[in-house]
């Protein structure tokens, strides 16, 4: 069996593993006789979820992605390699999309149901597991299972943010929501500080279908963190705009790796960012352009050199959040990280299992991965335990066995759950591995 490398987009992870083509319409499913496999969608998760020390990936591929379309159903389903922007394509035409997609849109479905991924208004839309009717999962010793809230409820539950471990999604059925037009009118608001940017977004979240939010840590301290907000409101009327996207996949590393974004140069980069968002402050916009901020973005992993980068997202309560942020500022003064991106969202769900959800403000910051970085890092994890705060696992390669085990207060249940599930995890990654207390 032939193998090849396979890198994390934050290049904390690698592994020569070796790898098989799966293929949903022609393929034998008898041949899946290993004990260890991860499953790759786009391999565009910015931690190695997609492989693992020892594992054979099943690399997924699928020509026919689009089983059946209901319009008047509100319904479609699909293969779990089809593609957001693939999507999007084909839904925004019949004035219909998806809920809580994440930034960008090269991400699986699949891959956006292993990680139960969020989008861009929590508040309204919770996350990606409102959109999911019902699944087809694949296990070699069990066979094809369809599982939906009322049929096979367990499997379901632990598939969706599972992050692979219950096996091969086959099919998935999709609920769709009607979009009435791609145009957003955007206003742009700014803020002095984290804490205040967050009570903006609660406050807005209800009043704007989505937000985006980023902060200038480049030239941020104890006082001051200057950011801007980004309030998206479909227009009125029925109208869809003509719309280039790209559908291709694009490779996450380019061959050459230079750093630029882990160097003082982000402050000039920062202001002029900042300049360009403010300058208008009321624009339109359309859709995929608001909601798919990432969508041509990837050579950003590429530009931190070889070191890449490490981010964190944490989700704190709210009524913790002023303290953390009081001292997750004192940590970022005194270890002098270079932070390239910061953005918030607010959260208002309920978190279960392995699920990065629950209720609180959502943090996500960008550390180049130098010793600045590490032990910048090493002291935000203490504050998170402190605080009782929640670390994503799609998001952070560093996290370790033990704090994961703190933070995820059903990880001993999902545990439970998985082995009578599969006795010996056949399905395993590198989050899996964690979680599991497995090396490989």
Partial sequence: MAKKKFTSADLFSSEYCQYIRYDFTNSSVEGL??????????????VGSFFSKG?????????????????????????????????YELLIPQHLFLGSVPSYPG????????????????????????????????????????????KNKNLFDLTIGGYG????????????????????????????????AFQLMEKESYHYDYLHSWCDMSIANRTKQPGLISLGRYESGIKVEKYKIN?????VHMPILINVFGTRLMITVNKLYYFLNTIRR???????????????????????GKKGIIEHQVLIPK????????????????????????????????????RFDGSGYCLALHFYNDSSGINALKEIDKIDLHYGCKANLIKDSRLSVGSIDKQYSEIGL????IHNHDPLVKFRNNIINKVFNKNG
């Avoid at 099943?58 to 509100?74: G, R």
């Fill in 33 to 46: 006789s290993n004990i260890n496999y991860s499953i790759k969608g786009s391999g565009t998760s910015i």
């Fill in 55 to 87: 594992s054979t990936v099943i690399e997924t591929h699928s020509k026919d992605e689009v089983i059946s379309l209901d319009i008047d159903n509100k319904e479609i389903v699909v293969r779990p390699t089809i593609t957001l922007s693939s999507l």
């Fill in 107 to 150: 991400a699986s479905i699949g891959g956006c149901i292993a990680a139960n991924v969020h989008g861009q208004n929590h508040v309204k839309e919770g996350c990606f597991t409102n959109n999911v009717k019902s699944l087809v999962v694949y296990h070699p010793d069990k066979g094809f299972i369809e599982c939906s809230p009322n």
């Fill in 165 to 196: 471990a219950t096996g091969i999604i086959h099919e998935v059925r999709l609920n769709l929501i009607d979009i009435k037009t791609n145009i957003l009118n955007v206003k742009t608001i700014t803020f002095s500080t984290l804490f205040e």
């Fill in 247 to 251: 559908n291709q996949i694009s490779k």
């Fill in 282 to 304: 009321h624009k339109k916009i359309l859709l995929h352009d608001f909601i798919f901020p990432s969508r041509s973005n990837l050579f950003y992993f590429s530009m931190f």
């Fill in 319 to 354: 009524k913790k959040a002023r303290n953390y942020l009081e001292d997750l500022m004192v940590i970022i003064e005194s270890a002098s990280p270079s932070v390239s991106l910061c953005h918030l969202k607010v959260f208002s769900g309920d978190g279960s299992l392995l």
């Fill in 414 to 417: 999902f545990r439970s759950k």
